[in-house]
């Protein structure tokens, strides 16, 4: 039955690679697994085409309904992690239909399925579904969508890579037991870039209990990755962070000159729109060849863009990550990076947007935004070259996704406590449920959660007589359903021109702070702000491109890698030796050569702390060199523990290489207490209670776990009814119900996750025993330039001014006080 | 720690409790305490713990032992809403109303309470907005009224500060303007809405225990 694939493939010109028959044999073979290789590389027949092969051997059988076409029930269900992916793999997954298996029928559902569909899909599913996450959850909380799974063989989970390591990844593990209890001998197959752990990958993937047998398979050697830099014109002595950005735009068009066609990544939604507009401004005639992608875009705009980069018609496309992914762009032959990666993973993702064939090379250019990040390219590209890659930590013990499991199930065929219990279980994310937790998150969709006490008047679930869970209400039910998922965004609203046209989607807050005439750039326009009506943002064109308030979204900074932060500093550790390899290096050298001589240069096995008075007050500048997130609990943590030596305010700024803090009297220096590994896990509790991280963890914790809804239309009274902010949970839960787990669950996110603990825990066993260089620079350091702009911007931020300073009087007033 | 403001010719001490207290008149002034919000909450599938109920009436009796209360005015939304009038919650206001049998109450309705009924027989009058005592109009909304100086609710308002760390708190907060002011919610489970004050407004902030000025630079 392989040869009806390879002569497909040969019907082609093509013949299959030795991976994709490996997959087919092992699928044929009744095993699960997982397969990894650079984007482009054929994972997709890999996994596609074993079912189909199985299909011929089993006679090619089709069921028939009375008075219908015959067709071939459910076999194949297709996750993946983005929506707008879907339409594309199902044209992928289409092609060989034809000539292989014309009775299969594709289909998709996502949140973008029109209802009329969906209500066709709970009659009858199609062959192969195509579905995310949330939408395959949603099936499940509907009985009738189980009967029709009944022959389903395989699920494939595409992009797996993106999905592991969050609360998405759990929610489909705990879909994946959901169906396995169902079809035990089901399949599962996920298709993931390569990753540093891939055993735990594909042990995350099947759980524990899996019935069949699997396997890594490793898709074909990964394509050649060319990694180079645009270096700056003129080496600035201070890199201000975020902006050589605009002395980059020409090299960069220069680069895009000669490209067919390309795409420029960013790292933000407000970068591309920078980018998108300073490229316009020094090449106007390419107005119309070039146009700009982010998530935030109206979802015709974007298809519009993807298809005319699919087709050749763009010569550049301004993109976040929302072009990292799956869709094939073969025509595109250029790719370029702005300002860090972040990561060596992403870097090579990005990397194999261009070529995006078997065997071609990738290439990808590098523009730094501040001179700085020059490290960061020379250390990324150590890493490419030493093939190394980033793991992704599996979520452990989600409660707040298990509460909304619970309540998916009950609705679905309903549960009994024991068999439900056994079933998540075998997930590698509950593996290690304890009782007490068991029984608490029982507890808290059954009678409103233990320590409170049963309510008479709450019934999520009830139990019924025979001993299963069930939802009895319908206004329960059909809430749950709209609110299932664990993305949590900050609220969003749409922004329309007068006459209706939809352009994107902004934070609300950012609206909430207009005023009528302000002006703000979305999809590359200048918009000016009318009013809000209808839970829509009405603008019209701006008149002049002048703007009075920027960045629509409060985007959230990605961290650099461990992997990537130890590259930087061994290259730092180079350069305190004088060594400096590679263009990148030298073009430094000038910058470097300021920070040896005003300051230091930390070798490897040194911490660098400088102390810097200018009329603020008195920084104390710390490099870890350990990307943000360490950073921002180290600060909390070192300032925490300085603050016991004597009264003091600190005011902390944190970027990827270090962080400050600034206090009007000079901050007692105490090594061996800051970087201390004793008392870590109190002292950092202790600083977390300080700020308000637990606090802002708890927002996703409360809306996953079904506490606060996202705003759903027409709901009228009993939504109004229902306001109340996460904040208020977290203060009422905090008063009167301190053992609540889902506030545990809050401090335990905002520690290994967010702060992730154990890097930091690592970075600080590595700071204790290094080293501590002390300096005392004439001034603000090359090092430090970033994080003291940093801040200042931060401050003194444009529109809200006046607030800002309102506020920070009174909090002045109060410190003093 | 309390503090004292003049407004409208006459003097109101604020607590950090979050009420009001109109001395000349005896009255204190307790605005939005919304009673019966969890358990509205519980009764639709959301937990919420107990407890936010009795702990607002014990702040209450807390402030009724400092200051010789002759009257207490309700600047409406009571109770939050019909589905939150269970027995338990009802049974818990009149308790405490029973234990106070000297000082009279009134409520001043607000759009809650529309939706969610009075509460009759327990000895706690309910009007329509304005309640007019000269110099003031009591109101749960704060719409200006040619009756007099507005004193009502409604909004929960907040006040953002930013301290050091880069750290953003929002307080609750008493909020007065030229021609009207607005108390702070008294309710724990209620939320606080942002305010925008303009130039010569004043607003007292509840900063742990203490009533604080922001004062204008």
Same mark, same amino acid.
């Given at each position: 039955m392989i040869d009806a694939l390879a002569e497909w493939f040969t019907a082609r010109g093509w013949s299959p690679f030795p991976f994709q028959r490996e997959v087919w044999h092992a699928y044929l073979a009744g095993e699960s697994g997982l397969v990894h290789a650079?984007?482009?590389?054929g994972k997709t027949l890999a996994a596609w085409l074993g079912p189909i092969a199985e299909w011929i051997a089993e006679g090619r059988p089709v069921s028939s309904a009375p008075r219908r076409q015959s067709y071939v029930p459910l076999r194949v269900l297709w996750i993946t992690? =983005? /929506?707008?992916l879907a339409a594309d793999t199902a044209a992928a997954l289409q092609a060989?239909?034809?000539?292989?298996?014309?009775e299969w029928s594709i289909e998709t559902r996502t949140g973008d399925t029109s209802s009329a569909a969906r209500a066709r899909q709970s009659r009858r599913l199609p062959t192969a579904l195509l579905t995310t996450p949330e939408s395959l959850t949603i099936l499940l909380s509907r009985p009738e969508s189980l009967e029709l799974m009944r022959d389903l063989r395989l699920i494939v989970v595409d992009e797996w890579h993106e999905l592991m390591g969050t609360k998405r990844g759990v929610q489909t593990e705990l879909a994946l037991a959901r169906l396995r209890a169902i079809r035990p001998t089901l399949r599962t197959w996920g298709l993931s870039a390569? =990753?540093? #752990?891939l055993g735990e990958a594909l042990d995350t993937l099947l759980g524990?209990?899996?019935?069949t047998r699997s396997r890594i398979v490793k898709g074909e050697t990964p394509k050649q990755i060319t990694v180079d830099a645009l270096l700056p014109p003129v080496i600035e002595r201070f890199p201000w962070a975020g902006h050589l950005g605009r002395g980059m735009a020409e090299p960069v068009a220069a680069a895009l000159e000669h490209a067919e066609s390309s795409i420029v990544f960013t790292n933000t939604r407000r970068q591309t729109e920078e980018w998108y507009r300073s490229l316009l401004d020094i090449r106007p005639d390419w107005a119309g060849l070039i146009a700009l992608h982010h998530g935030s875009l109206d979802r015709s705009t974007r298809e519009w863009v993807e298809q005319a980069l699919r087709d050749g018609r763009l010569k550049c496309v301004v993109a976040t990550?929302?072009?990292?992914? &799956?869709?094939? %762009?073969?025509?595109?032959?250029r790719v370029v990076q702005i300002g860090?990666?972040?990561s060596v993973g992403r870097l090579v993702q990005r990397a194999?947007?261009?070529?995006? /064939?078997?065997g071609a090379e990738s290439r990808i250019t590098c523009a730094p935004? #501040? !001179? $700085? *990040?020059l490290i960061d390219l020379a250390a990324a590209r150590d890493a490419v070259e030493a093939d190394e890659v980033e793991s992704r930590r599996p979520v452990e013990r989600p409660l707040d996704v298990l509460v909304q499991h619970l309540v998916t199930v009950a609705l679905g065929t309903g549960f009994r406590a024991e068999d439900l219990r056994a079933e998540v279980q075998r997930t590698r994310a509950f593996a290690k449920l304890t009782d007490e937790e068991w029984q608490w998150a029982i507890e808290f969709v059954a009678s409103g959660g233990g320590a409170l006490g049963?309510?008479?008047?709450?019934?999520r679930v009830v139990r019924q007589e025979d001993g299963d869970y069930r939802v009895e209400s319908d206004t329960i039910a059909k809430r749950h359903r709209l609110s299932i998922g664990t993305i949590v965004s900050d609220g969003q609203i749409a922004v329309t021109y007068q006459r209706g046209k939809p352009i994107g989607m902004v934070d609300e807050v950012f609206i909430s702070r207009l005023k009528p005439g302000d002006r703000f750039t979305l999809a590359g326009k200048t918009l000016e702000f009318i009013r809000v009506r209808e839970m829509q943002a009405w603008v019209r064109r701006a008149s002049?491109?002048? !703007?009075?308030?920027?960045?629509p979204w409060s985007g959230t900074r990605l961290p650099i890698s461990g992997a990537l932060a130890a590259r930087i500093r061994a290259r730092l550790d180079e350069a305190s030796r004088g060594v400096f390899r590679g263009p990148e290096m030298n073009a430094l050298k000038p910058v470097l050569a300021v920070q040896q001589r005003w300051s230091r240069i930390p070798a490897a096995d040194e911490v660098l702390i400088e102390r810097v008075r200018t009329r603020e007050g008195h920084h104390l500048y710390v490099y870890p060199f350990e990307g943000r997130l360490v950073h921002e609990g180290l600060a909390a943590l070192v300032a925490y523990r300085l603050s016991r030596f004597k009264p003091i305010s600190f005011s902390i700024a944190t970027n990827d290489y270090g962080f400050s803090l600034l206090s009007a009297e000079p901050a007692p220096i105490e090594a061996n207490v800051m970087f201390s590994v004793e008392d870590l896990a109190d002292d950092l509790l202790a600083a977390l209670n300080a700020t308000e991280m637990a606090r802002r963890q708890f927002r996703e914790i409360a809306r996953v776990a079904g506490l606060i809804f996202p705003?759903?239309? /027409?709901?009228g009274k009993t939504a109004r009814q229902l306001q109340a902010s996460s904040n208020l949970f977290f203060d009422v839960f905090q008063k009167h119900?301190? &053992?609540n787990l889902l506030v545990a669950q809050a401090y335990r996110e905002v520690m *290994?996750?967010? =702060?992730e603990s154990a890097r930091l825990a690592r970075t600080l066993e590595r700071l204790s025993r290094a080293r501590v260089a002390i300096t005392d620079p004439p001034r603000t350091t090359p090092f430090g330039f970033p994080l003291l702009v940093d801040r200042t911007r931060d401050r003194v931020s444009s529109e809200t001014l006046a607030d800002r300073v309102r506020r920070m009087q009174l909090a002045l007033e109060r410190a003093a006080g | 720690m309390s503090l004292e403001v003049q407004v409208a010719g006459e003097t109101l001490v604020l607590f950090p409790e979050r009420a009001a207290w109109w001395a000349a008149a005896r009255t204190l002034l307790v605005a939005?305490?919304?009673?019966g919000k969890a358990s509205t909450f519980r009764s639709l599938g959301i937990p919420v713990p107990r407890g936010t109920t009795s702990d607002a009436l014990e702040r209450l009796d807390a402030l009724l032992r400092r200051v010789d209360v002759r009257r207490i005015l309700f =600047?409406?939304? %009571? $109770?939050?809403? /019909?589905?939150?009038?269970s027995a338990r919650t009802l049974g818990a206001v009149a308790q405490w109303r029973a234990t106070h049998p000297g000082i009279a109450m009134t409520i001043v309705r607000g759009n809650h309470d529309r939706e969610a009924g009075d509460v009759p027989g327990v000895g706690i009058e309910a009007v329509d907005?304005?309640? !007019? *005592?000269t110099p003031f109009a009591f109101r749960h909304v704060p719409a200006t009224d040619e009756s007099g100086y507005v004193v009502a609710g409604h909004l929960h308002p907040g006040a953002d500060l930013v301290g050091a760390g880069r750290q953003h708190v929002r307080l609750s907060c008493f909020w007065f303007g030229s021609r009207s002011a607005v108390l702070p919610a008294f309710g724990d489970f209620t939320g606080l809405w942002p305010i925008t004050p303009d130039p010569g407004d004043r607003v007292f902030v509840i900063a742990g225990g203490e009533v604080v000025e922001r004062v204008a630079r």
């Open positions: 650079a984007t482009g590389t992690p =983005l /929506r707008a060989p239909l034809a000539s292989l298996a014309p390569t =990753l540093g #752990n524990t209990g899996a019935a990550s929302s072009l990292d992914l &799956g869709v094939d %762009f073969s025509p595109v032959d860090s990666s972040k194999g947007r261009s070529g995006h /064939r078997p935004t #501040n !001179v $700085l *990040e049963a309510y008479p008047e709450y019934a002049t491109s002048q !703007v009075t308030v920027t960045s705003g759903i239309p /027409r709901s119900d301190p &053992g *290994e996750r967010q =702060l | 939005d305490p919304h009673f =600047l409406g939304d %009571f $109770l939050h809403a /019909r589905r939150g009038r907005a304005p309640l !007019v *005592e």
